[in-house]
């Protein structure tokens, strides 16, 4: 069976902490990795695709990196902005029907 | 520019009525998708489309659920007969092209089946 999980599930950083969440999958067919981020009572914003092992991608201070098991997102010396719910995804080619498997979320709180 | 909007933000209804939760994706944007979200819970893919092709259906939860998308634009999600545990955040995103093209969301809909 498909799976995509997530850990941790909840994150307590103080300001300028550097951390990594998890994102472990056990899936065939990937076609593409994301991340999101979400922040209570919003949609998810997106942050990242990764497509293959290997892969990495950076946006301020929040670094996304893919192998053929997991991916990584790194937050470096996270501020209190940072405090939010981050998403992954994986995209797959399925007989069946495409399909796109989230994990179930790591609650970040980064307090000052 | 406007983002992708959806309506009505809430929406409270009765078990076994039917509810129509309408979605308006960015325009020049060709691909839509429909997501829920349980309180707590991690999203959930219901149904993606892509252009004039036939819409990705698989995740769909039942044939309660059933969604259009009339003119390439704007998409309705219709669910017949609401049960509890339909009780969720609808959320609608639309992308440029393809699903690994970036995804915007909109605010959701908030539906609560008593």
């Known amino acids: 069976e498909d799976q995509v999980t997530q850990s941790p599930e909840a994150l307590r950083l103080q300001e300028g902490e550097s951390s990594s969440l998890n994102c472990s999958y056990t899936?065939?067919?990937?076609?593409?990795l994301f991340w999101y981020r979400q922040d209570p009572g919003k949609g998810p914003e997106f942050l990242f695709t990764?497509?293959?092992a290997g892969e990495e991608k950076e946006k301020e201070r929040l670094k996304a990196t893919l192998t053929k098991k997991e991916s990584f997102l790194h937050i470096t010396a996270p501020k209190p902005e940072d405090s939010a719910t981050y998403l992954c995804?994986?995209?797959?080619?399925?007989?069946?029907?495409?399909?796109?498997?989230f994990g179930g979320g790591t609650r970040v709180l980064v307090k000052p | 520019g406007a983002g992708v909007s959806q309506s009505p933000s809430n929406k409270v209804t009765e078990k076994g009525k039917d509810v129509e939760l309408r979605c308006d994706p960015i325009?020049?944007?060709?691909?839509l998708y429909w997501y829920r979200q349980s309180l707590g819970q991690g999203l959930e893919f219901l149904i993606y489309?892509?252009?004039?092709?036939?819409?990705?259906k698989s995740g769909l939860p039942s044939d309660r659920f059933s969604a259009e998308r009339t003119g390439g634009s704007v998409s309705t999600l219709t669910i017949q007969r609401t049960q509890q545990e339909d009780s969720a955040v609808y959320l609608c995103?639309?992308?440029?092209?393809?699903?690994?093209?970036?995804?915007?969301f909109g605010p959701g809909t908030r539906l609560t089946v008593l």
């Open positions: 990764l497509y293959s």
């Open positions: 489309f892509q252009g004039n092709s036939a819409p990705d």
């Open positions: 899936v065939s067919g990937l076609r593409g």
């Open positions: 325009s020049g944007h060709t691909a």
């Open positions: 995804a994986v995209y797959m080619i399925k007989a069946a029907g495409n399909k796109l498997t």
């Open positions: 995103a639309s992308s440029l092209f393809t699903i690994t093209d970036t995804q915007y």
